[in-house]
């Protein structure tokens, strides 16, 4: 479980980066604080804006110290065309495979849709030590995080 004051669930997945690299959580603690911004769906309207507010303020999260990654279910290529169409100068962390969702326990349906086990809409901090430090997750996908709090739990952290 992901709670604040435990230990974040540990994953491996495809990392878009421009190309497609790896991106183990573990091994990227010394970028702490990370923030971990997961979104539903790339190319959709709130999750546009979601990660196009974080690119526009990520200077500020750089200033305090902190790393940002964006994950979503979709396909690191997908994901690369997202970051091209919208100037992510961030990565975005492909969970094809649902686990990290499962992990961090923010899998949601849209089951009048069809579809099933996308990301809530959720926000959490990672600590150098790999300890989750602030954790919002909303039932409701059309509501953006409070970026003020996101930045107050790394300046916290960092």
Known sequence: MSSVGNQAP????PLANG?????????????????LA?????????????????????DEFHEAGATVYGISVDSPFSLNEFRSQNDLAFDLVS???????????VSMDFAELGVHDVAKRSVLVVD????????WVSD??????DYDAVLDAVSADG
């Open 10 to 13: 540990d994953f491996t997945a």
């Open 19 to 35: 190309d497609v690299d790896s991106f183990t959580l573990s091994e990227n603690l010394d970028e702490a604080p990370i923030v």
């Open 38 to 58: 997961f979104f539903p769906a790339a190319f959709t309207g709130t999750c546009t804006n979601e990660m196009s507010t974080f690119q526009e303020r990520l």
């Open 95 to 105: 969970d094809a495979d649902k686990e990290i969702v499962d992990a961090y326990d």
């Open 128 to 135: 150098g030590d790999g300890v989750v430090t602030y954790r």
């Open 140 to 145: 409701d996908p059309g509501v953006e995080p």
